[in-house]
């Protein structure tokens, strides 16, 4: 994984919004036209929401790193690694339907790509373990950056990320006795423990969803 080159695409990035403000000035226009089941602070609904996209960008050389760190322990890098490259292939070279994107709004586009292929890999996983490949729950940010960005593109998106996915992990990768070694290392005390430091990201920044009941 070179996630040391997404993490110095992302501070280009980041210095870009810093000094033209490109992104702030995209989220505040689309305040007003929010879901309404996006639920933000009203104190500081522009900062939140800004905040929340600057990290939603960020974890993603985190994210990676994790979920190919967990994949080597449970014996099955080979077969998840080239999925987690191509989460990295679309922020290095993102897909043309992103090109007339720029700064962190572009990297928008392509951390939701990212997030939305370990999404799918962990759910997975947790069809075939009873638990994610990794513990950092991204569903409802998912949600949140999908309305962010905007149908039909978002939907786009979705259909980018399933395609790159399909036929690249098979189902017999859940069947390895290394896998089933590792499952059972997942009610290990520790690894509860440590699993516990990986919040929802939503949450964590502030910023919720409010689904139907």
Avoid at 21 to 32: A, F, K, M, N
Avoid at 57 to 83: F, M, T, Y
Avoid at 181 to 186: G, I, P, T
Wanted: hydrophobic share 45%.
């Amino acid at each position: 994984m070179n996630t040391v080159a997404l993490r110095e695409l992302i501070q280009r990035a980041q210095a870009h919004e810093a000094s033209t403000g490109h992104l702030d000035r995209l989220l505040r226009v689309q305040l007003d036209r929010l879901h309404p089941t996006i639920r933000l602070p009203e104190d500081d609904a522009a900062g939140v929401l800004a905040r929340f996209v600057a990290a939603y960008i960020e974890e993603v050389p985190d994210v990676l790193d994790a979920a190919n760190s967990v994949a080597r322990d449970a014996g099955i890098e080979a077969q998840i690694k080239p999925v987690l490259k191509v989460a990295e292939h679309f922020f290095l070279s993102p897909p043309s339907l992103v090109d007339s994107h720029e700064g962190l709004d572009a990297l928008l586009d392509e951390a939701y790509l990212a997030h939305r292929l370990v999404e799918e890999v962990n759910d997975r996983y947790i069809a075939h373990l009873g638990q994610p490949l990794i513990p950092f729950d991204t569903t409802v940010a998912n949600l949140i950056a999908h309305q962010l960005i905007g149908e039909p593109f978002a939907n786009q998106l979705d259909e980018a990320a399933h395609h790159a996915l399909e036929g690249m992990l098979d189902e017999r990768v859940f069947e390895q006795q290394s896998v089933q070694d590792y499952r059972a290392k997942l009610s290990d005390p520790q690894v509860v423990s440590a699993w516990r430091n990986w919040p929802c990201l939503s949450r964590k920044l502030g910023v919720e969803l409010a689904l139907p009941a």
